[in-house]
């Protein structure tokens, strides 16, 4: 049976045509600040994405709000009750506690609907890791994979993806309680962009300290031309924090080593972007 809905949240950076022709839904995840909440709906404009980082340019400190487990069953029921399972993909459990409250909600919701379910998966990763591995789930639908096989699939190749990014502003990792006060001062001072990396466990840890922008993404390039797997025929992403400049700078630099390379541009999703900031650039690419 592969009748059943893909879902992801609001988190994941997935071409919103490629969601759209394919009836991808969105948990919807919300970010509060003192001049209101913006909500984090996977289909914000771009004027919508702009806002919100030139908002957080001149002070706003936004935070995000976990997703509670009867959300979940709130929004999966009425499918569940149309006999539509759902396959869900969400934020790394290393980053946030979305899968477990998925699972918690899995738990309430399975068995009470026939055989329809509510499936969740841990992405380990955050960003357009997420949105490569949506399409796997949509390509696996259409091979006629059943839901279980599908997560079966995923749960394999999920260990595949690669995400890493520059920051641009280290103050925001300091709010995040990544770095101490001092580094984040000293870091502004000599203009570092650390880079960071989704771990194999799906959290974050620092792997560079280029100085510059131009340098990290020539950072970045060196690291897609060593780790990534040039072969696949899956797309690699481009998030980034309203710096279109750098984000195409970056395609350049990856067309250069791979010309085969099909290139996703996206804005980076606010559920990120508030702990990165502004000006940050993600890649998520399948790794050799």
Known sequence: MNDYMIFTDASADLVEAIADENGVQYI???CAS????????????????CSFYEGIRTGELPKTTQITPFTYEEIATPYLKDGKSVLYLSLSS??????????LAAENLNGKFGDARFV???????????GILVERMIENRKNGLSIDDNKADIEQFKHKMYTTCYVDDLKHLRRGGRIGAATAVIGAMLNIKPIIRIT??????????????????????????????????SPV???DADNDEMA???????????????????RLSPIIGTHLGPESVVIAFVKK
Do not use: H, Q, W
């Open 28 to 30: 919807e995840m919300p």
């Open 34 to 49: 003192e001049d209101g909440v913006f909500n984090c709906t996977g289909r914000n404009t771009d004027e919508e994405f």
């Open 94 to 103: 290393g980053l946030s506690s979305t899968f477990e409250a998925a699972c």
């Open 120 to 130: 969740p998966i841990d992405s380990i990763g955050a960003t357009g890791s997420m």
């Open 200 to 233: 194999e466990d799906g959290k974050l840890e620092s792997c560079g300290k280029p100085r510059g922008e131009r340098k990290a993404i020539t950072f970045l390039s060196d690291v897609y031309k060593e780790k990534a797997d040039l072969t696949t025929d």
């Open 237 to 239: 992403y481009i998030s």
């Open 248 to 266: 195409e700078i970056m395609e350049s630099e990856i067309k250069a080593i791979n010309p085969n390379a099909i290139i996703r541009r996206r």
